[in-house]
Structures are given as C-alpha cells and as structure tokens.
T-cell receptor, first 113, second 112 residues
Framework: DVKVTQSSRYLVKRTGEKVFLECVQD?????MFWYRQDPGLGLRLIYF???????EKGDIPEGYSVSREKKERFSLILESASTNQTSMYLC????????????FGNGTRLTVT | QKEVEQNSGPLSVPEGAIASLNCTYS??????FFWYRQYSGKSPELIMS????GDKEDGRFTAQLNKASQYVSLLIRDSQPSDSATYLC????????????FGTGTKLQVIP
C-alpha cells in the first residue's frame, strides 16, 4: 500500500513566520503534489514536482515555494505566513503515467493567527 | 467556465437507492478521469478511475465516461449510510506533466 506521510496533522503559526510542511512517500513515485483545500473552492494545486530538484507552479503558487532534494520528500514552504494561508494542506504522490491516480497524505490543518 | 464542474449538493438518497453523481470538464483533450471519496475531516481516497468511453464497474460502483459530451459520472448502487461523503471528480489534462484538476465535489447524504 502506498503511504504518504505528512509531518504534522495540526499546526498553528503566527503571521510573518516561515513555515515548513513536510511530506514523505514510500512508493518511489516520480510525481509529488501540494494542494490546499478550502470550503467552496475545492482542491487547488499549489506546486508539483516530477523529479528531484524539478518543480512546476500550479494554479496558486503565490506566497509558497517548494523543495525536493530527495525523491521521497517534498516540502512546502510559506516564506512569510499570512492569515489567508489558513487552510487544509494536502500532499499527494503518483507514478509518472497520466493514468496513475494520486495518493494523498492525511493532511495538515494550518492556522495562521 | 470552470475546468471541472460538479453540483455541490447535497444529494440526498434513501438507503438502498442508486446515487448518481455527475461531472463535466472543459478540456476536450483530457485523458484520464478519477473519482475520489472524502469523508469529513479526512483526505480523499480513490474509488474509481476510467480512461475509455463507456462504463466501468467495481462492486457497487460504476463509472461512466462520455468524451464527446465531456461528461463523467459515478453511480453507487444499493447506497449505504457509510457512503455519505463528498465525492470529488478529478481530470488529468493531456500533454506535459501530470497535472490533475479537481472539481469542488458533491456532498452525498444517504438517509437510513
């Protein structure tokens, strides 16, 4: 079974802090993704990575950056957290084929105060 | 026009009935289609994937794809209260790297 692990289930940070969200997958998947999920807006893609050190912007990359130094690990970085970044953050991984489904981690509920 | 559209619901069906969930997409070149189930407070989990026109059955679930109409649906037969969840339609666009777009989901309520 594919396992995608997000380091924190709940996180509370202050405005202006630098925030790191970590994600690890154990299935040797090429692709990794970061989404945020907000009521009424659904899942929106922030960034994805198709290989080590490679990344592509998703639909809402502003205010975020990512890092993928190892194949199994994909980090989301909020350079200076703001209250409008309060959300549920979901990491996912998949194989390289367009038929490969996404496998999600349990999510991180981030609150920025 | 949204890339992937779903009726937000809630869709209420009695226990034992067939639940029909619908999704339309805008990119005619989309290649692969997925249905995910998401319980409240949990992350999405894959139910079905479909890539060719027609029907695909897996237990009580049937996915239907009509690429000409840009329409994909999910039927749940013999609905159970445990099926109550939000169902997300996801579409993988053609070309380039895999980039999956999700609809906002349909909330299903199965009434005992």
């Amino acid at each position: 079974d594919v396992k995608v692990t997000q380091s924190s289930r709940y996180l509370v940070k202050r405005t202006g802090e630098k925030v790191f969200l970590e994600c690890v997958q154990d299935m040797d998947h090429e692709n990794m993704f970061w989404y945020r999920q907000d009521p009424g807006l659904g899942l929106r893609l922030i960034y994805f990575s198709y290989d080590v050190k490679m990344k592509e912007k998703g639909d809402i990359p502003e205010g975020y950056s990512v890092s993928r130094e190892k194949k199994e690990r994909f980090s989301l970085i909020l350079e200076s957290a703001s209250t409008n970044q309060t959300s549920m953050y979901l990491c996912a991984s998949s194989g390289s084929s367009y038929n490969s489904p996404l496998h999600f981690g349990n999510g991180t509920r981030l609150t920025v105060t | 026009q949204k890339e992937v559209e779903q009726n937000s619901g809630p869709l209420s069906v009695p226990e034992g009935a067939i639940a029909s969930l619908n999704c339309t997409y805008s990119d005619r070149g989309s290649q692969s289609f997925f249905w995910y189930r998401q319980y409240s407070g949990k992350s999405p989990e894959l139910i079905m994937s479909i890539y060719s026109n027609g029907d695909k059955e897996d237990g009580r679930f049937t996915a239907q794809l009509n690429k000409a109409s840009q329409y994909v649906s999910l039927l749940i037969r013999d609905s159970q209260p445990s099926d109550s969840a939000t169902y997300l339609c996801a579409v993988n666009r053609r070309g380039g790297y895999q980039k999956v777009t999700f609809g906002t989901g349909t909330k299903l309520q199965v009434i005992p």
